[in-house]
């Protein structure tokens, strides 16, 4: 039987360090008050996904938040930097036995469960799987075997993102498959397209 495992990076909601870019222009008590918005959808989409469910926060472990202990394990993210933190999440996954393994942020306001699984089946016959967002990044990434190479020399946070971690999946001649386009909401503009906040 495949065993699966979704991983979901979360910020620990302190005022102050979470949606920077959005609070340089809407205030720290609105972004804090979006992204507290966004971890209650990630929360409630992700909670009825078919696997080991991972929730992995910035700083310290959360219990009775919007990610019901009884569903989600719980844990904290590597120190480093992102693609650290996110190849130490696959690495230490398929070590630990899972076939296929979705890691997911909490910045798009239009994930959804249908979403995470239909990457899960693609994972049945590709080395990885990617949701790209409008920004140039991504919102998803699942991997079928652990290629560390993509979470290396990447410039995290840039337009660039999604290109250069596609590129490198060529290079090394692994398979991928690309779902459909979604909005993070990074700044201002990000949160006046999302119909959620309007």
Sequence with gaps: MTKKRLVIFVKNPVNGEVKTRLAATVGNDKA???????????????????????????????????????????SIQKKGGLGE??????????????????LIGSDCPSISKSLIEEAFNRLSDTDCVIGPSHDGGYYLIGLS??????????????????????????EIKASYSQLKMLNDIDDESDLKKSELFL
């Excluded at 230490?92 to 296929?100: I, P, Y």
């Excluded at 190479?149 to 999604?162: L, N, P």
């Design 85 to 102: 933190k996110m190849k130490h999440a696959f690495e230490s996954g398929f070590k630990m036995g899972f076939d296929r393994m979705v």
């Design 145 to 170: 075997r652990f290629i560390p190479e993509i979470f290396d020399d990447i410039e995290w946070s840039t337009s660039a993102v999604f290109s250069s971690t596609t590129k490198k999946l060529e």
């Design 32 to 74: 804090l008050s979006v992204y507290r918005k966004l971890l209650e959808i990630t929360a409630k989409e992700t909670e009825g996904v078919n696997a080991d469910n991972l929730v992995s926060y910035s700083k310290s472990v959360v219990e009775g938040d919007s990610f019901d202990d009884q569903l989600f394990k719980k």
